[in-house]
């Protein structure tokens, strides 16, 4: 069943005044032998554990560790430091985003919004190490048939690569919960739909809550399915949904997760009777989420706790196509609410580069709507012309690798886009711009 559904360099120095005082630096002005992301990762780590990084210094520091970890690309990084370190920097990647996710709660709003960046530029950079260390073939997720294939946390063959939080010793040790939330990113390009337009840009596209029973301890999820709607399944058929990326996340409050959980399963196992009332009340799962802990914390829980705005001044656009507005509750919102814990997080790299193409494809387009202030738009129109642009995009990526044995930076895929002038893709473009 298919559910709707980031480095920097920072040149190795002590901690000194110089660290606030780099200037602005391009690509080609960095020495590939003074690029080092454990170090990276690191003081990111250090400078949590220290609170040099606190509600005063924040935004300074992650202004410039952004700075850094924007510099990813194949020039900076030597080959056999991805071979060689791979895992070293993914391990210490992890644990400086789970640093950064912890201090969360004592930022003011400007700086939340930065540490979101940060953590996805970290999260990009970790899938750029990670499609050099590991050897998985890059395919296109569009072939593949997901419901033949191990299932994430389940199956020992399954081809994601899992990163445990604090709490959880190993991966046997780990057990779903009343109310867990997963949220995972999806393999097409409605799944980069749902994330790229909006600033920071988000990671996942889409999100799944977990049921326990409390007398038999069924685990069930509630998903959205295409043309049905909210659907509950087994737990192993959400896990096989189609996804480069998934994280598991559990509420700090566990009461009153299993009292939304609950809402929500006792809502959706009644859709029969009262499916026209879930349907026009809820027109997503992210809604049905958000209204759930509303009403079960008496309307103390609001989310989402970090507004997120659009890139692209198309309020029309996004309006048409049913993104959520401002102030709704969206799968990637809660990677960064401090309300909740982090548990697992996986990526399956095989399909890392088939995704980034997908992204920097949707991200051109959008790009375009809002140079041409284009008020309307068919999702059915962005699959056409983003086909074109994704096989251009894939040859040119895959000559790259063949040439240098490294993969394009997420930049220099966006650079292969602005630049292409195909006529038959022109012509596409110009029927979406003049519609």
Request: hydrophobic residues 40%; neutral net charge; glycine residues 2%.
């Amino acid at each position: 069943m298919k559910i709707k559904i980031v480095i920097s360099t920072l040149l190795i120095i002590l901690y000194s005044c110089s660290f606030f005082s780099k200037s602005k630096r391009s690509v080609s002005s960095i020495n590939p032998s003074e690029f080092d992301l454990l170090t990276e990762s690191i003081q990111v780590i250090d400078l949590v554990a220290t609170r040099e990084l606190n509600g005063d210094s924040c935004d300074r520091l992650l202004d410039s560790l952004i700075s850094d970890y924007q510099l990813v690309s194949p020039m900076n990084i030597e080959l056999k430091i991805l071979q060689n370190d791979g895992q070293k920097i993914l391990a210490n990647s992890f644990k400086a985003r789970l640093a950064l996710h912890s201090i969360l709660s004592i930022l003011p709003t400007n700086c939340r919004k930065k540490l979101t960046q940060l953590s996805s530029l970290i999260r990009r950079s970790e899938e750029y190490v990670g499609v050099h260390y590991f050897k998985d073939n890059q395919m296109s997720a569009d072939l593949i048939k997901f419901e033949d294939q191990p299932i994430p946390l389940f199956d020992k063959n399954s081809f994601s690569k899992i990163h445990l939080g604090k709490d959880l010793s190993s991966l046997d040790s780990f057990k779903f919960e009343n109310g867990d939330i997963v949220i995972f990113k999806g393999t097409g390009f409605f799944s980069s739909n749902m994330s790229i337009p909006f600033q920071p840009s988000l990671e996942f596209s889409h999100i799944s809550i977990v049921h326990v029973d409390e007398k038999n301890q069924e685990i069930k999820a509630v998903v959205s399915s295409p043309n049905v709607g909210m659907v509950e399944v087994k737990i192993e058929d959400a896990l096989r949904f189609g996804s480069i990326g998934m994280l598991i996340i559990r509420a700090k409050d566990q009461d009153l997760a299993a009292k939304a959980s609950n809402i929500i399963f006792d809502n959706v196992q009644s859709k029969t009777r009262n499916k026209s009332k879930i349907q026009k009340m809820h027109s997503t799962l992210d809604e049905l989420i958000s209204d759930a802990y509303y009403n079960a914390s008496n309307g103390e829980f609001i989310f989402p706790e970090i507004h997120t705005s659009s890139n692209y001044d198309q309020r029309q656009a996004i309006e048409q196509n049913r993104y959520p507005k401002d102030k709704l509750m969206m799968a990637s919102k809660l990677e960064f609410d401090s309300r909740f814990n982090i548990l697992i997080d996986s990526v399956d790299y095989r399909f890392i580069r088939d995704s980034w193409r997908k992204d920097a494809v949707m991200a051109e387009i959008f790009q375009w709507l809002s140079k041409a202030n284009a008020s309307k738009f068919a999702l059915s129109s962005l699959k056409k012309i983003g086909d074109s642009l994704l096989s251009y995009l894939e040859k040119s990526d895959m000559q790259y690798f063949q040439k240098n044995e490294k993969w394009m930076s997420y930049e220099m895929l966006s650079e292969m886009l602005a630049k292409y002038d195909n006529e038959k893709f022109l012509e596409l473009k110009k029927a979406i711009l003049e519609r």
